[in-house]
């Protein structure tokens, strides 16, 4: 089975130089993300790795993207960086009542990637290893219609898709009020199989008591049955991120 990979992997890469791109600098572990997103098909991952990279090279091409970037969406102190879950996830929080559909979605795109490369980067102990997940919560209490943004979370899932393979672990959603159901359901239809699998509508006391359990009192925020403060992403300093 560790020959097949390994065999799968050197395809992979094969594929890739042969697109144009260079496999150089990725581990295993990045290009085994790739694998898995497409069922471990070398020449689809191929594909994908390579949409990725050159999408890498045009939105992001200092290697990360700055505060000052994408500043009129993080003034909103929506998005929270609240440390590891117990199996080392790294859990990002969105207080969706906070959030407005943006006039500007290009930099709405940039704040997608600023917030996924941070969280992401938030794990790595020394530097990335390249199978790294996180954990999104998304608290949809006291949400209007104002608050609604389907494009907005669709943009983010299919980011996530088609730009983080892998890189999700489980995405919780809190509170959801009766009028996002239909919502929620439109948002469903942009969304892989694969995708939906790893998001939970917290809708009971059971779920929630489970959802308390994988987060972690250490990571999870007071108001949600935790012991952390909530800690809003631009407060979290990652040295990587700043050169």
């Not at 959030?99 to 940039?110: A, G, I, R, T």
């Not at 996180?134 to 943009?155: E, F, P, S």
């Amino acid at each position: 089975m560790e020959k097949s990979h390994e065999f799968v992997l050197t395809q992979m890469r094969k594929s890739v130089e042969k697109l144009g791109v260079s496999t150089e600098n990725y581990g295993d572990p990045t290009l085994t993300r790739f694998l898995n997103a497409r069922s471990m098909d070398p020449e689809k991952a191929a594909k994908m790795f390579v949409q990725w990279h050159n999408w890498r090279s045009t939105i992001v091409p200092n290697g990360f993207i700055a505060d000052s970037e994408v500043s009129d969406e993080l003034q909103h102190r929506k998005i929270f960086l609240q440390g590891l879950s117990k199996k080392g996830y790294p859990v990002m929080l969105v207080k969706a009542c906070k959030h407005f559909p943006s006039k500007d979605h290009l930099q709405f795109k940039k704040f997608v990637v600023h917030l996924l490369d941070k969280t992401i980067a938030s794990s790595f102990k020394g530097k990335e290893i390249g199978n790294e997940k996180l954990i999104g919560i998304l608290d949809l209490q006291h949400i209007t219609y104002k608050n609604v943004d389907a494009r907005g979370l669709i943009t983010g899932f299919q980011f996530l898709q088609a730009y983080y393979p892998e890189r999700l672990a489980k995405c919780y959603l809190l509170q959801m009020p009766r009028f996002f159901v239909a919502v929620w359901r439109m948002v469903s239809h942009f969304l892989e199989k694969a995708t939906l699998e790893k998001i939970v509508i917290v809708s009971n006391e059971d779920e929630h008591t489970d959802f308390i359990q994988e987060i972690g009192e250490q990571a999870l925020p007071e108001e949600y049955g935790g012991q952390a403060k909530l800690t809003a992403l631009q407060d979290v300093i990652l040295p990587q991120l700043e050169g």
